[in-house]
């Protein structure tokens, strides 16, 4: 399948996998207008990208409309739900709370040869949100980050043989982890 292009499908897709379904008022002869504003308030896609997105997402079999009486709902397919699966994985970032806890959370993998590529989106995807390597398979980080690794190891359609979470209090010699992740010495 050809990956989506545009700002405009992008936001489509993630703002449908969030919301579930979005309800238009099918009658409006401002039905685009009214579909923008909902999606892009304040974002600088013009309507007929919109348009022209929707078209897209429609041809690929990604977004469907749905009538009830004059109400028009739009929402994603199975297919579509998959395809903005992927964008979230692309945003997905981990928040830091102001104090650090003291816990290190590690996550060691063993992702087999025959799922190479996973394995090195997988790790790929764990520098990209600022853990760093300990050792070939071990990365580490010192917030809260169960909920996201877990999301990519579903996203990845990993098991908890293949990836797996720890939380520690200590670990040994973690002053140039500390000095890294700035957490003071």
Same mark, same amino acid.
């Given at each position: 399948m050809p990956r989506i292009k545009g700002t405009a499908s992008q936001e489509i897709l993630h703002t449908l996998l969030v919301g579930g379904a979005l309800l #238009?008022?099918?009658q409006s002869p401002y039905f685009w207008l009214n579909l923008y504003k909902r999606l892009f308030q304040g974002k600088p896609i013009r309507e007929p990208q919109v348009r022209d997105a929707f078209r897209y997402l429609q041809k690929r079999r $990604?977004?469907?409309f749905e009538k009830h009486g004059k109400q028009v709902y739009l929402r994603l397919t199975p297919e579509g739900e998959k395809e903005a699966e992927k964008f979230q994985i692309n945003k997905l970032a981990i928040s830091v709370p102001s104090k650090w806890d003291g816990r290190w959370r590690l996550i060691i993998f063993? #992702?087999?040869e025959k799922k190479r590529i996973k394995r090195e989106s997988f790790r790929g995807k764990l520098k990209e949100?600022?853990?760093r390597r $300990?050792?070939?398979s071990i990365w580490v980080y010192p917030y809260p980050c169960e909920k996201e690794v877990k999301l990519l190891r579903?996203?990845?359609n990993l098991t908890h043989q293949n990836i797996r979470i720890l939380e #520690?209090?200590?670990l040994e010699e973690d002053t140039f982890l500390r000095r890294i992740f700035k957490l003071g010495i």
């Open positions: #238009i008022a099918g $990604l977004v469907f063993d #992702i087999p949100m600022g853990f $300990l050792q070939k579903e996203f990845f #520690i209090e200590k």
